[in-house]
């Protein structure tokens, strides 16, 4: 099964999730011939998420952006693993960003869409119930 984290509610403590920072945290992470890839890396770091190694999985984002620019399957990852650590507002910020950069990316919409709906923002989410409907129907979101 895949590693899918229930949004947080908006009664949740939150608490700052650390941050991957290579200036703080050393040198990037080593690549191996298996992690060559931006797909293998993200692969990684999903992998990671699914075991609870949220800040792991975290820097493993992170280089990817480093080594391959931004993207909306990173960006998506990171909101989950904020969301998984306690910060929806991080998380929403991400999801955001993956947004930006994919319009249509079906699973932020909903991740977003159930994030929202938890924290009470009941226009926001039925903004994207609204937009998932439009994809999943085959039209443009």
């Given amino acids: 099964t895949r590693w899918s984290p229930r949004p947080c509610s908006s009664t949740a403590t939150t608490r700052p999730m650390p941050v991957a920072n290579p200036a703080r945290h050393g040198p990037p992470l080593p690549v191996s011939e298996s992690e060559s890839s931006p797909i293998d890396r993200l692969v990684a770091a999903t992998e990671l998420a699914d075991q609870g190694q949220l800040f ?3 820097q493993h984002c992170e280089e990817h952006m480093r080594r391959h620019g931004p993207s909306a399957q990173a960006f998506h990852l990171l909101g989950l693993i904020r ?3 306690g910060n929806p507002v991080e998380a929403r910020q991400y999801f955001r960003k993956a947004l930006y950069l994919d319009p249509h990316h079906y699973d932020t919409l909903q ?4 994030l929202l709906a938890a924290q009470g923002d009941d226009a926001g989410a039925q903004g ?3 937009r998932l409907r439009r994809l ?3 039209g443009i979101a």
């Fill in 56 to 58: 792991e999985a975290a």
């Fill in 83 to 85: 969301s998984a650590g």
């Fill in 111 to 114: 991740h977003l869409r159930l």
């Fill in 128 to 130: 994207l119930r609204h």
């Fill in 136 to 138: 999943d129907r085959g």
